[in-house]
């Protein structure tokens, strides 16, 4: 049974950091794709980045880049987004993502996930 558990939201002020873990479990974790992805209220759930597993290649989007990293841990399967220079915008539930499978299209695209964890709330405040 594959389990994905997020930890590390909380309140913060803006300008401040996180990290977000996300512990994965009941899946070999070198398993292809790991993503962070974000929902805010009222609005769709985006692709913050990628990681693939298996060579540790990086994705971002373009609006996150520079100031979200995401990294891994292998030996503790645990996947890490660090999130820097927070803004109120970036408020929003936080989730970790897996795709087992071969991914067609965007690594940056919910659809393309087919596991998710509960997420974790990041709340960011002026």
């Known amino acids: 049974q594959v389990q994905l558990v997020e930890s590390g939201g909380g309140s913060v002020q803006a300008g401040g950091s996180l990290r977000l873990s996300c512990a994965v479990s009941g899946v070999t974790y070198n398993s292809k794709w790991m993503g962070w992805f974000r929902q805010a209220p009222g609005k769709e759930r985006e692709g913050i980045a990628s990681?693939?597993?298996?060579?540790?290649?990086?994705y971002y989007a373009d609006s996150l880049k520079g100031r979200f990293t995401i990294s891994q841990d292998n030996a503790k399967n645990t996947v890490y987004l660090q999130m820097n220079s927070l803004i109120p915008e970036d408020t929003a539930m936080y989730y970790c993502?897996?795709?087992?499978?071969?991914?067609?299209?965007?690594?940056?695209?919910?659809?393309?996930?087919?596991?998710w964890g509960q997420g974790t709330q990041v709340t960011v405040s002026a």
């Open positions: 993502a897996a795709n087992l499978d071969a991914l067609i299209g965007s690594v940056l695209s919910p659809i393309n996930y087919n596991y």
């Open positions: 990681i693939y597993t298996i060579n540790s290649s990086t």
